[in-house]
């Protein structure tokens, strides 16, 4: 079955720090890859996706890349203020399926 | 706007009762998603239905059920409600391919 594994949190940055999420599958198939954002109180919103392998999805400063030979994909920013303080949430699809499998989610804390 | 609204948005209930979480879509999606949120777990699926008088389990579905009657709803029932169902709720919609929207959530308790 399908299944996604991302790092550990909490994670506690200082303002303009760079910031990664590690994120890696499992599927059957050739997924779509997502990063949904949870802020306090919130349902989720998706952030950024890619749909196919090598495809970069960007979105508020955020990058990842759909990285295929190491079922991965990493979240990025280079410089993270206060306001980007939330749970993130890699997630999956399976092609013709749109059934969503999460990750256990990050929670992120960006210090002033 | 289009929108995703739940009702209620927290509910306390006790153990045994049957519990009914509202979730509407103003979007005219075809899909729709139930799923809870636990610390450690993230989300994880309950049912999701396709279309009207279309319904699936999820991978946590036992001692929950849903019905489809339109395309705007997808009420989910906890038959007997137990402490184990004790979490945070979301309902989500899409179209097909697309992303998924989600509502604000409903914290459910059971004591």
């Known amino acids: 079955g399908n299944s996604v594994t991302q790092m550990e949190g909490p994670v506690t940055l200082s303002e303009e720090a760079f910031l990664t999420i590690n994120c890696t599958y499992t599927a059957t198939g050739y997924p779509s890859l997502f990063w949904y954002v949870q802020y306090p109180g919130e349902g989720l919103q998706l952030l950024l996706k890619?749909?196919?392998?090598?495809d970069k999805g960007s979105n508020k400063g955020f990058e990842a890349t759909y990285r295929k030979e190491t079922t991965s994909f990493h979240l990025e920013k280079g410089s993270v203020q206060v306001s980007d303080s939330a749970v993130y949430f890699c997630?999956?699809?399976?092609?013709?399926?749109?059934?969503?499998?999460f990750g256990a989610g990050t929670t992120v804390t960006v210090r002033a | 706007d289009a929108e995703i609204t739940q009702s209620p948005r927290h509910k306390i209930t006790e153990t045994g009762r049957q519990v009914t979480l509202a979730c509407h879509q103003t979007?005219?999606?075809?899909?729709m998603f139930w799923y809870r949120q636990d610390l450690g777990h993230g989300l994880r699926l309950i049912h999701y239905s396709y279309g009207v008088q279309d319904t699936n389990k999820g991978e946590v579905s036992d001692g929950y059920s849903v019905s489809r009657s339109n395309t705007e709803d997808l009420p989910l029932t906890l038959e007997s409600a137990a402490s184990s169902q004790t979490s945070v709720y979301f309902c989500?919609?899409?179209?097909?391919?697309?992303?998924?929207?989600f509502g604000p959530g409903t914290r459910l308790t059971v004591t």
């Open positions: 997630a999956l699809s399976e092609i013709n399926d749109y059934k969503l499998s």
């Open positions: 979007w005219n999606h075809n899909n």
């Open positions: 890619a749909t196919k392998a090598d």
């Open positions: 989500a919609s899409s179209e097909q391919g697309w992303e998924q929207y």
